[in-house]
C-alpha cells in the first residue's frame, strides 16, 4: 500500500487507520488481558555476528548453547539485515519500516562532527511507532537489556523498562511478557586485541576469505572473533537458565539474532552477505518443529510483524514487513533490500535486493572508492594489515579490487556459485534476464517505500527540525482535570500533536514507572496523574499534572 511519508492526503488514510486501531485495543492498568493466546517472548540479540555457528555448518564455532536451542526449533538460513551496521539497522527492526523510507537511516544521527547536520533525533512519520508499543497496548510487559540506537531517542512509551537491569521478572503475576537481552560481546570493538589476553581459538582453523590476504595478524583477528562468539554463547545459556528456572521455558518463544554481519572489513557497513547475512533461530515449544531449518527469505525487518502475530496482537497495515511464523499462514518472500548511506562521516548512497540465488547491488556514487575515510573502523587488526599491505604493493586479485579508486555502477553476484562476492557478472549478456529483472525491482522498492537516499541531509533535518531547532511535542489533555468525586471516576487523555503517543503515572519522582496509555481510565481511588505526550524525534511535552480525590 502507497503510504505518503510526506504528509500528503494519500498517507492520511492509513494515519487515520492506525488511530482507530490504537484506540481500541491499547491496554491500560485496568484492562484485563483478553482470551487470546499471549506466548511470552525473548529476544537474545547480539551485534556484528554472521551465521558463525555450530548448527550453521562452522566446524570452528564452539556454541553449543545456540546450537541446542537450534535443535529444539526452527533454524532460518537465508534471514538478512536491512542495513549492515548498527543503528539503521535497529531502527527498521523495531519499527518494522525501513530506514531509509523513516529517514533513520544515515549512520548515526547522534554524532557530532564538523560539517555534518548533527546531532539530531530523527523525526519519523507519525504514524511509526516500536512494535512494542503495540504489545504493552495487550497487557504485554516489554524490557529491554539495554541498546536502543534507535536514530530517534528513547520513547518512554515503548518500554516498561529499559536499562542494565531490565527483566522479566518486574512485571505483574502471570503478565506475559515481550523482554529483550542484547550482548555486545562479539561487537567489532571487542575483537581488538585485548594484552594479555590469550586466544583459546586456534588461528590456523580458521577459513580466510579470498577478499583478505592469509596473514598471522588476520588469522589472529578471525580467531578472537571465534573467542568473542563462545562466550556470547555462554550469555545466551544464562538467559535460557533464567527461564528455565522460571519455569517459563515452554510458554515462551525465544528468538536469537544478529543486528548485522561480522564487525571485519568489507563485512560490517556493507551490503555483501559478509555484512547483512545473520543467523536467526527460534524456538517456539508446540508450534516449531524442532530441528527444523527454513531456506525461504527473512528480513529482520520481518520481526515486528511476526511477533505481533506470535502474540495474537493485530498487525498494523503500515508496516513494511511480513510474518515468517505466527497465527495465520505466513506470507513468503521472493526478494530481501538493504539500504548503506552516510557512514559516520563518510557520505555514500547504496542500494541492494536479493533473491534465493542472486545479489544486485547499486552505487549511486561510482566515481567514489569503495573505502571511505572511518576512523572507528580503521583501529582493528584486519583492516590496519590490509592498508599496511595495500602500501606495499602486498594485495592482489580479490583483496585489491576493494581498494579501486571508483566502483561499477552496478555489481551482479550469483551466490550460489560466488559465496564470496568476488565475480561481478553484471555486463555478462548470459545474466541480462536477472539484471534486468532485479533492477526493476530494486527501482520498485525504492519507489514503494520513499527511499530517502536521494534527499541530503541537511535538507531533510531541515524538514525534521525547522531552522534545527527540535520541535515540541504539545501537553496532553487530562478530562475531567482534577477535582473531588462520589464515586470512581473516568479519565480520557488527550494530546494535540499528531501522532504522539501519551504516557502516564500515578507515581512521583524521576523513577516513576510510565504506563501506555490508550483507552479511559477508571480511578477509584485518590491519586495525582501524572501525563506526559511522546512524538518520537520530538521533545517530550511538559508533564499535565491533575490531582483527583475519590470519596472525598
Known amino acids: 500500500m502507497y503510504l505518503g511519508l510526506d504528509g500528503s492526503e494519500e498517507g492520511r488514510p492509513i494515519m487515520r487507520r492506525f488511530l482507530l486501531l490504537l484506540l481500541p485495543c491499547f491496554g491500560c492498568v485496568t484492562a484485563p488481558v483478553d482470551s487470546v493466546e499471549h506466548p511470552n517472548i525473548v529476544w537474545i540479540s547480539v551485534e556484528d555476528l554472521s551465521p558463525r555457528l555450530g548448527s550453521y555448518g562452522d566446524s570452528v564455532a564452539r556454541t553449543p548453547v545456540l546450537d541446542k536451542l537450534a535443535s529444539e526449533g526452527m533454524r532460518f538460513t537465508r534471514a538478512f539485515t536491512s542495513a549492515g551496521v548498527c543503528a539503521p539497522s535497529r531502527s527498521a527492526i523495531i519499527t518494522g519500516m525501513y530506514q531509509n523510507s523513516i529517514g533513520t537511516h544515515h549512520m548515526r544521527t547522534s554524532h557530532e562532527a564538523e560539517g555534518l547536520p548533527t546531532p539530531y533525533e530523527a523525526v519519523p512519520p507519525p504514524y511509526v511507532k516500536g512494535f512494542p508499543e503495540y504489545l504493552r497496548a495487550n497487557g504485554y510487559y516489554c524490557t529491554n ?4 540506537d534507535y536514530q530517534f531517542g528513547l520513547p518512554a512509551t515503548i518500554w516498561d523498562e529499559s536499562g542494565p537491569s531490565a ?7 502471570d ?18 586485541p585485548k594484552p594479555g589476553k590469550a586466544l583459546e581459538t586456534d588461528p590456523s582453523t580458521v577459513e580466510v576469505p579470498p577478499y583478505y590476504p592469509d596473514t598471522p595478524a588476520i588469522r589472529e583477528d578471525l580467531a578472537r572473533h571465534y573467542d568473542n562468539i563462545a562466550h556470547v554463547d555462554q550469555q545466551a545459556g544464562e538467559i535460557l537458565r533464567q527461564l528455565e528456572e522460571d519455569g517459563l521455558s ?37 508450534k516449531v518443529a524442532a530441528g527444523s531449518v527454513n531456506e525461504t527469505l527473512v528480513s529482520l525487518i520481518d520481526l515486528a510483524p511476526t511477533m505481533l502475530s506470535i502474540a495474537g496482537v493485530e ?4 508496516l513494511q514487513g511480513s510474518r515468517f511464523l505466527g497465527a495465520e499462514q505466513p506470507g513468503t518472500r521472493r526478494y530481501i533490500y538493504a539500504a548503506r548511506d552516510r557512514i559516520d562521516e563518510s557520505y555514500d548512497w547504496v542500494r541492494a535486493v536479493r533473491d534465493s540465488r542472486f545479489k544486485l547491488i547499486r552505487n549511486f556514487y561510482p566515481e567514489k572508492p569503495y573505502i571511505l575515510p572511518v576512523p572507528y573502523r580503521d583501529r582493528g587488526v584486519t583492516m590496519q594489515e590490509l592498508l599496511r599491505l595495500h602500501a606495499e604493493g602486498g594485495l592482489d586479485g580479490p583483496q585489491l579490487s576493494w581498494f579501486q579508486s571508483t566502483r561499477a555502477e552496478y555489481e551482479l553476484y550469483d551466490l550460489e556459485n560466488d559465496r564470496f562476492e568476488i565475480e561481478n557478472l553484471a555486463s555478462d549478456p548470459e545474466y541480462l534476464e536477472v539484471f534486468e529483472r532485479l533492477k526493476a525491482e530494486l527501482d520498485a522498492w525504492m519507489e514503494r517505500v520513499h527511499d530517502r537516499g536521494s534527499t541530503p541531509e541537511r535538507e531533510m533535518v531541515n524538514q525534521m527540525w525547522p531552522g534545527g531547532v527540535q520541535p515540541m511535542t504539545g501537553s496532553p489533555l487530562i478530562e475531567p482535570d482534577g477535582g473531588t468525586f462520589d464515586e470512581q471516576v473516568q479519565i480520557i487523555l488527550s494530546a494535540p500533536t499528531e ?11 524521576d523513577g516513576a514507572h510510565w504506563n501506555l496509555y490508550s483507552r479511559p481510565l477508571i480511578l477509584d481511588r485518590s491519586v495525582t496523574l501524572r501525563a506526559k505526550a511522546i512524538r518520537y524525534g520530538y521533545r517530550e511535552s511538559p508533564e499535565a499534572r491533575a490531582g483527583f480525590t475519590i470519596g472525598g
Do not use: C, M
Open 145 to 148: 537489556r539495554s541498546k536502543t
Open 167 to 173: 527483566h522479566w521478572r518486574a512485571r505483574a503475576a
Open 175 to 192: 503478565q506475559p511478557f515481550f523482554a529483550v537481552f542484547n550482548f555486545t560481546t562479539t561487537h567489532e570493538s571487542q575483537v581488538w
Open 250 to 286: 515452554e510458554k515462551t518463544v525465544v528468538v536469537f539474532w544478529s543486528d548485522h554481519g561480522d564487525g571485519l572489513p568489507r563485512a560490517k557497513r556493507w551490503l555483501y552477505d559478509s555484512g547483512i547475512h545473520v543467523p536467526l533461530i527460534v524456538r517456539w515449544p508446540g
Open 315 to 318: 498487525i498494523p497495515s503500515h
Open 499 to 509: 501522532g504522539s503517543s501519551i504516557a502516564y503515572t500515578f507515581e512521583e519522582g
